[in-house]
């Protein structure tokens, strides 16, 4: 076959003998050393160059997503590195993949739940009392329809997640507390009074929400927790080889298997 | 079974309902906004914080190694997220799962293969000259066992790769040119006379060097790779929701199938 | 801490210095060249075994769903292999990994679509015209709600996917041809009058409806067609390695870039 | 850029509108119903349609290798499905992932470590006492070398691993009891006089062997395993939606977490 129109545009990387550009720029010339990791992590999605307190913002929010301790998902990757110590990239992405609904999807979902609920406005509010009215329907809905709000609540952090008023404070010293923190900070106001009981606003959902803010596409945000989670495994993995555990994870299991017929009896 | 000495131990995160821990600080109050992400990956893989110079190279690496185009990893997660797109994690770990020995390798195998001449040294030596010796018998070895020497060469670049000159300045610059990137330097200069032929040192091998000069565990060098090449990967996946190539590259594929039978005839 | 009740219940393996059992089952005295692999993989997953009409009808599925020749899951593994060649797992796991809504999964969501219009019948029909009835409405509610029916069209094979007869011969011989099976056949029969067109009963699709009526949980059904999947990466990967097109594919690629402005103009 | 030469070979599967080929056959016609699962996995690795008795032992390879209960790959599965449970294909790809080198491994190596003997050979031995001499200089060389024969040695099993006779006996049966199972008896007789202890030949190593006298490409042996392994996988997915235990790992680890400073005082 004759493919004459064969072409694959790209506006990310392309190179020639001399030169390798990226996002339009050369990268050894203008890149290296001039932009930091965080910054071209966020030009390569948004396809602009951040500003400064973007970057700040960004990376903020990538510091606070990096680990949380023993999750599944670092678990998942020390056992994959068990079996598999010559794959560090298996065992990174065995990690990764438990990326999903349950552990890391809040950011996600917060970020689209409140760009969801901005969308839907004819007028964006000016100050704390729109905001609070907005957000009464908001989470009036939510209740009605008996759906769980994205970025409240907490398993351990019941009264108030540390990482919340830190974000917050960062956006707002550099000028991106936009719609989505608003948002969401009003629904941690109103909220008590609609569902009868107060939620801490988790570190997750603020989270989405900056990044929201920031004008990062929300369909993506679960990708700069993954980002985030990289660096987290990465010590996960790094620590497991000075100081395994996983052995330890497979023996406590395994010694404490229990058989149980398929029908439960 | 009574477990009375389980125990599971991490540096790296634990958390009570006040305070989360990351690498024994408050992650609120002492991390967010107050170390960068490159600052922190490079912290949790080496247990313990850099210095603003060490942070500079390690960014500048990891900029260097964050994409390279369409390489088969970035069109295989591509690939992945046209077919499965709601889990965007299971595109990146697609790509990052290509991260293996031939195409993110390098950075890796330059480094242990300088390791290892380096730990194989009486003493080390202080000069250009020195090094150069050393260089000599390392280039020599690895001909006489037709091993090739990881980091020189290039397919595109075969004159000379953009990005090594830069990454060795900016680290002579945070004073930190250290042995790996000596000896790879006098590698540069001493194979011609050897090999009979001049190859460029690439920009992968330097990163490789560069990491190794940092005091990383050249174990886990590849992981470096990984964590780049994710944000790399992001930056592709954004794209393919704006401006998608999968479907072109799956037809182009099919529609350019022959039958072969299995014996080749 | 003291873990007393440690307990980790499993109906699927154990095994002590003398006998390895499986399901209960003495592996090597009663599995071993006694139950064929497709029968296997059924009973790991029902938790019960299956009768010798049910693994004929399970296995049809299985061959039918292994290859469907350079699919992007395909290319994918190859890619990844292509990067990565010492790591098999990798590049079979990143083929698996494309197995999600749009190219594996309507086996899984045509199942589910079935068992839920099934689910919603206070009786079920006896005969043909009965079906008739219940496909009509079912098929009548998608077009109001602007849903596509699963399994229903094809862009290769428009009039008809020559796997869907042979199925359904296969599952009436067996005696398993249940109502799955029979409401999609209506389906494929009241359709044109309420669609205004015709539309094939695709391959992926009849194989939904036949696992749902060997019983085998809907939530499920992708695991099976990712099981038949794996059969089918690893002959990709085994010809990768004899005859690879992997490079060619990145070539392709790589050759036919063009650089296009993130604004796109 | 006009590619008139673009052509993508393969011998597994093309389609048109009527047709589905798949290894050169009619995959409706001649396939559907009339080869098992097992039977066309062997087929499109090898490249052949194997004999009856060729499938017959490789199908009870699957079996013996497709489940060992909670091993760490099974583990890292369901903890990846408790972390994304949208994501059926992730949690099977993380278990997958560990299919390395140290619990999966076992089978591929041994292949290998008794094909290089065998290839090494100038003629054959034709009866148990010639075998007996092959292995004695096999078990002396890696001895020698202070390296571990592939397949040799079980933590659990220490006196006999149950599946070994059994392979053997079924493989002697079809008259597949070829050289790789022949040396691999032949080092089970001869290595205690030369160790100086006696270990049992393991059930990962015989599948190895049995699978190389199958004619089965030894760098491919591993990939056998994963499929045999992507069936015990579903089945623990299966069960952890009827009882899962991951959460239940998750919390035992969690809540025996000690931190422990990075400089390990």
Chains 1, 2, 3, 4 share one sequence.
């Not at 550009?21 to 999605?45: P, S, T």
């Amino acid at each position: 076959m004759a493919d004459r129109e064969l072409s694959f545009p790209t506006a990310i990387g392309t190179s020639d003998p001399d030169q390798i550009r990226l996002l339009g720029q050369d990268l050894a010339a203008d890149l290296m050393g001039k932009v930091g990791f965080g910054e071209l992590a966020y030009w390569l999605v948004a396809g602009r160059r951040p500003t400064p307190g973007e970057v700040r913002v960004f990376e903020t929010v990538l510091v606070a997503l990096a680990d949380h301790g023993f999750t599944p998902t670092a678990i998942a990757a020390r056992l994959t590195y068990l079996s598999a110590p010559e794959s560090l990239q298996g065992a990174l992405a065995a990690g990764l993949l438990g990326g999903g609904s349950r552990f890391l999807g809040v950011t996600e979902d917060c970020g689209r739940f409140l760009a969801d609920a901005i969308a839907g406005l004819t007028e964006r509010p000016t100050d704390d009392a729109g905001w609070d009215e907005v957000a009464r329907a908001v989470v009036g809905t939510a209740r009605a329809d008996r759906r769980l709000i994205p970025g409240l609540g907490h398993p351990v952090h019941k009264v108030g997640d540390p990482r919340t008023p830190v974000l917050i404070r960062i956006a707002d010293e550099e000028g991106l507390r936009g719609p989505h923190l608003r948002l969401f900070e009003a629904i941690g106001r109103v909220h008590p009074a609609i569902l009868g009981r107060t939620l801490p606003l988790n570190g997750a959902g603020v989270c989405g929400a900056a990044l929201a803010d920031l004008g990062l596409p929300v369909e993506l945000l679960r990708g700069f927790a993954l980002l985030a989670r990289a660096a987290g495994l990465l010590g996960h993995l790094a620590e497991e080889r000075r100081n395994p555990i996983g052995m330890d994870v497979y023996r406590t299991v395994d010694r404490n298997t229990r058989y149980l017929p398929p029908d439960g009896s």
